[in-house]
């Protein structure tokens, strides 16, 4: 059993605050990811956890026991590194075996453990090689089954695939997202990649300025976010984003058209739509009252679709049409949400209405 | 304007000054060792030289000085690099006052080690006036070989370990801190890390500083004269009297030769010793 617990972590660098205040708790067995872009404190926070970097204030539990105040060598963690840290010195069965050695098993212990791992990792074949003698993609094998080995409660893994070439990374996510479900490991993932994020993670915790703005299933965040931020991060193309004026009675307004929404006392609100979860009609079917029209400017044929970044009420509108749809740049658009799922954000703190 | 020829032009000025001033006489004091005056091959001056009563003395003390003094700068010089790269504040302050007595010349260095240890030296009257001693020690006496081969050795680590220092400083600061982080995180502790990372990756830096130190050590000599005079001959230092007192060339010829040979026997057996895996390079 490891759960992780995060207590009101923060960071300071200097003046700067890296991180406010956490809290995060991550099941027993759990793949949790840190989503974020760069500089937003991801990082930090597994470094944190990892005690490669001591908080400012708050607490980290692993397993229940507190760890903060403990080496990272005394956490019964794991981990792989951004760049992989593979020992150039040592070969790769001893890059394996190196944390094994540090605790003193047995050599036929020690064997074994690494045959298996390197087995599940398929690098059986290089164990007499050394890290300069392989490619980045072995290398990053070499540094998960390093992390395997010690059979870790808990392994924390720092953007491990943002190295890879994009069809070698594809292929690990899927390799690691099995070998991990076995290894029955809690996981902290950091990336910065929300496919690699969305794939894999049980949970999604995604960061912003220091703070973690919705923590969720990968459906959850997309379908439901929880942020103007979220709805703006998470999807390509991400969210659209309109100005709604209210019209009384839970009626909006939102680029000359009626719309349904909620009963609040705000005047202003944003109306949020996923590019897919727009429906278009021809002209002459459509009441002009309640659905909006939009003029075309881009069209991006994506192959499995074809993406229109069209203009409306002088705004950025983009949807998603069948890839064959017959259309050019300058037509009109007749478009309307689906209603189940449109979300509303308050433009005051960004948050979303229900 | 590229050619193939180009580098090779580019390294021919520096290759003739190597041939000029080296190559060529190292091939006249081999002359000088192994041909008579009259041109025919000999042994004699090598006979004469080992057969001298304080050849094997000289070659003992050389030999006894180089390994009582290598292997303790090396150690020393690597708990001080640990040191200073450790330091957050002060790191640069720290290595220029440590590095003070690369500035000092071998010659100057046994000078002022004379001044400590000799019968009216600092050590004698410090001691004196503690109440330590009633007169003065002659440390340096031609009977107290012992104490004039530690004061030796204390010149020369003082002198001479900054250089194999700024060696490993260096070398340290090239291995990626993320090598520790690493090694942190899969259990091993500070000692580990420094005997499972930090040697094995320092290995080219250890290598250059051994073999720098070693040579030079097996050249002491005004460190040597300066405190011992002639009470503990070195092999430098009978070269220096063969050329000079005796007016035999040939014999200090041999005696250079001797020098090279056991430079050169050293510096394969550390380049063998602390060689690097194949593919284990980064």
């Excluded at chain 1, 009963?263 to 002459?284: A, Y």
Aim: net charge neutral.
């Amino acid at each position: 059993m490891a759960e992780i617990n995060i207590k009101q972590v923060a960071k300071q660098f200097g003046g700067t605050h890296a991180l406010h205040s956490i809290d995060l708790t991550i099941a027993d067995q759990e793949f949790l990811v840190l989503l974020g872009a760069s500089g937003c404190g991801k990082t930090t926070l597994l470094r944190i956890v990892a005690g490669l970097e001591t908080a400012t204030s708050g607490e980290v539990w692993i397993g229940g026991h507190r760890v903060d105040k403990l080496a990272p060598r005394d956490r019964g963690i794991a981990m792989v590194f951004q760049n992989y840290a593979v020992f150039p010195h040592l070969t790769v069965y001893e890059n394996i075996a190196f944390g094994l050695r540090m605790a003193k098993l047995p050599q036929a212990e020690v064997d074994k453990r690494v045959n298996r791992t390197a087995d599940l990792m398929h690098i059986e074949n290089l164990l007499s090689r050394y890290s300069g003698q392989l490619s980045g993609g072995q290398r990053q094998r070499v540094a998960v089954a390093r992390a395997l080995a010690t059979e870790p409660a808990v392994l924390l893994m720092d953007e491990p695939l943002s190295n890879l070439d994009a069809l070698l990374r594809m292929e690990m996510r899927a390799e690691l997202k099995t070998v991990l479900a076995e290894s029955k490991t809690t996981t902290i993932y950091v990336t910065h990649d929300q496919v690699e994020a969305m794939s894999m993670a049980d949970r999604i915790a995604i960061v912003n300025e220091g703070r973690i703005v919705q923590a969720a299933s990968a459906v959850e965040v997309y379908r439901n976010p929880a942020e103007h931020f979220v709805g703006s991060f998470i999807g390509n193309p991400p969210m659209n984003f309109l100005d709604a004026t209210a019209l009384g009675d839970g009626w909006w307004d939102v680029a000359g058209t009626r719309i349904k929404g909620p009963s609040v006392k705000q005047n202003k609100l944003q109306f949020g739509i996923r590019p897919e979860d727009i429906s278009v009609h021809s002209p002459k079917t459509s009441n002009p009252q309640d659905s909006p029209s939009a003029t075309i400017r881009v069209l991006e044929p994506l192959g499995s679709h074809l993406l229109a970044s069209c203009k409306v009420d002088n705004q950025m509108l983009r949807v998603v049409l069948d890839s064959d749809a017959s259309v050019k740049a300058g037509d009109p658009l007749h478009w309307s949400p689906v209603a189940d799922r449109i979300r509303w954000f308050d433009p005051a703190t960004a948050l979303a209405i229900l | 304007m590229y050619s193939r020829k180009l580098p090779y032009l580019l390294l021919l000025p520096s290759a003739l000054f190597l041939c000029v001033f080296f190559l060529y006489p190292f091939v006249l004091v081999a002359w000088q060792a192994f041909v008579t005056d009259t041109g025919e091959l000999t042994s004699e001056y090598f006979m004469e030289m080992a057969t001298h009563w304080k050849f094997n003395t000289a070659l003992i003390n050389t030999l006894l000085l180089a390994l009582a003094v290598v292997p303790f700068q090396i150690v020393l010089a690597l708990y001080m690099a640990t040191l200073v790269n450790g330091m957050k504040r002060g790191r640069d302050l720290i290595l220029y006052i440590w590095t003070i007595p690369l500035g000092i010349s071998d010659l100057a260095a046994g000078i002022i080690w004379l001044a400590i240890f000799e019968q009216t030296g600092f050590l004698n009257s410090f001691m004196q006036s503690l109440g330590f001693i009633e007169e003065p020690i002659g440390f340096l006496g031609y009977q107290n070989k012992g104490t004039i081969f530690v004061a030796i050795m204390l010149a020369e680590i003082w002198r001479a370990t900054a250089i194999v220092l700024v060696i490993l400083v260096a070398g340290m600061g090239l291995i990626p801190k993320e090598y520790y982080e690493a090694a942190e995180v899969f259990g091993a502790s500070r000692w580990k890390q420094f005997t499972r990372i930090t040697l094995p990756m320092l290995k080219p830096s250890l290598q250059t500083a051994m073999i720098l130190r070693v040579i030079l050590a097996f050249e002491v000599f005004a460190v040597v004269v300066a405190l011992g005079g002639t009470n503990l001959p070195v092999l430098m230092g009978e070269i220096y009297t063969w050329q000079y007192d005796l007016r035999d060339s040939s014999v200090a010829a041999a005696y250079a030769l001797v020098v090279l040979a056991i430079s050169i026997g050293f510096t394969l057996l550390i380049m063998w010793g602390l060689r690097t895996p194949k593919g284990a390079r980064v």
